[in-house]
Nanobody, 124 residues
Framework: QVQLVESGGGLVQAGGSLRLSCAASGRTFSTYGMGWFRQAPGKEREFVAAITRSGGSTYYADSVKGRFTISRENAKNTVYLQMNSLSPEDTAVYYC?????????????????WGQGIQVTVSS
């Protein structure tokens, strides 16, 4: 069982930055690929970014590529999402998720554990 807790969300003006953190419980964090997803009101949950177990490979949605950076510190059981050049279109609830696979998928249905989500609001 893995418990995930997101932090770092909030309200920011367009063009600003936020860094989300996701802290995981347990001793097996390094055996999970990690992903960030988001869900805006009235929309389906969508893939944002993912990172492999070791952090050696990262994957991004086209909409955030070049603006967002996913990283992890296995010694701290934490995954991060650095978000720069934010726009109102980035407003959503952001979720971190863990998956037991070598290459984390963009499909949210493949993930095993989810955080409770955290609100990010970007004002224009």
């Amino acid at each position: 069982q893995v418990q995930l807790v997101e932090s770092g969300g909030g309200l920011v003006q367009a063009g600003g930055s936020l860094r989300l953190s996701c802290a995981a419980s347990g001793r097996t964090f390094s055996t999970y690929g990690m992903g960030w997803f988001r869900q805006a009101p009235g929309k389906e949950r969508e893939f944002v970014a993912a990172i492999t177990r070791s952090g050696g490979s990262t994957y991004y949605a086209d909409s955030v590529k070049g603006r967002f950076t996913i990283s992890r510190e296995n010694a701290k059981n934490t995954v991060y999402l650095q978000m720069n050049s934010l726009s109102p279109e980035d407003t959503a609830v952001y979720y971190c998720a863990a998956v037991r696979s070598v290459i984390p998928s963009i499909d949210p249905g493949t993930y095993d554990y989810w955080g409770q989500g955290i609100q990010v609001t970007v004002s224009s």
